[in-house]
T-cell receptor, first 112, second 111 residues
């Protein structure tokens, strides 16, 4: 089992609220990623990090922001949630970009 | 052209059948290839890495064809529990390195 954890697993929140999705890994991986996935649809990379203080936007434009202050922690923040942000958010990490990525169990976000 | 392309399926097969999926990739410089499995509403999990010489893990066989830029996954003696979406994953070295996921191929194994 991969040692990467996401909290909360499920979140229902009202429009306009600020939320932070947590992602932590205990494997010492430098590379971390956030993906967004709607039901039955493909994964979209929205943010990635190559290490501490390194963050980049992914292929899919997202209003969320990320930070990487510690190797093991890669939180994602939405300043003002909207119904269009309703989706599943998956965090992953890998040793290098050439090795397999391990995924957390995901956060299923619903904005009402 | 998408960086990684897969037939979305679904592939409907009976138990015991052999089924194969292909995946094509656009970047000839790609070096790492993987097959992941994703169950409904779950996170993707690594099924197997794909090596240049091909590799086998029980009923699953993965192969790489660099000349034609595709990888394949063969599942023999399909089980009901094999029903899932199979994601092809390739690393891309265009500007920055990243893992690119295909859209996935859905497999439905019926009794």
């Amino acid at each position: 089992e991969a040692d990467i954890y996401q909290t909360p697993r499920y979140l229902v929140i009202g429009t306009g609220k600020k939320i932070t999705l947590e992602c932590s890994q205990t494997m010492g991986h430098d590379k971390m990623y956030w993906y967004q996935q709607d039901p039955g649809m493909e994964l979209h990379l929205i943010h990635y990090s190559y290490g501490v203080n390194s963050t980049e936007k992914g292929d899919l434009s997202s209003e969320s922001t990320v930070s990487r202050i510690r190797t093991e922690h890669f939180p994602l923040t939405l300043e003002s949630a909207r119904p269009s942000h309703t989706s599943q958010y998956l965090c992953a990490s890998s040793v290098t970009v050439n090795t397999e990525a391990f995924f957390g169990q995901g956060t299923r976000l619903t904005v009402v | 052209r998408k960086e990684v392309e897969q037939d979305p399926g679904p592939f409907n097969v009976p138990e015991g059948a052999t089924v194969a999926f292909n995946c094509t990739y656009s970047n000839s410089a790609s070096q790492s290839f993987f097959w992941y499995r994703q169950d409904c509403r779950k996170e993707p999990k690594l099924l197997m890495s794909v090596y240049s010489s091909g590799n086998e893990d029980g009923r699953f066989t993965a192969q790489l064809n660099r000349a034609s830029q595709y990888i394949s996954l063969l599942i023999r003696d399909s089980k009901l529990s094999d029903s899932a979406t199979y994601l092809c994953v390739v690393n891309m070295n265009t500007g920055f390195q990243k893992l690119v996921f295909g859209t996935g191929t859905r497999l439905l194994v019926s009794p």
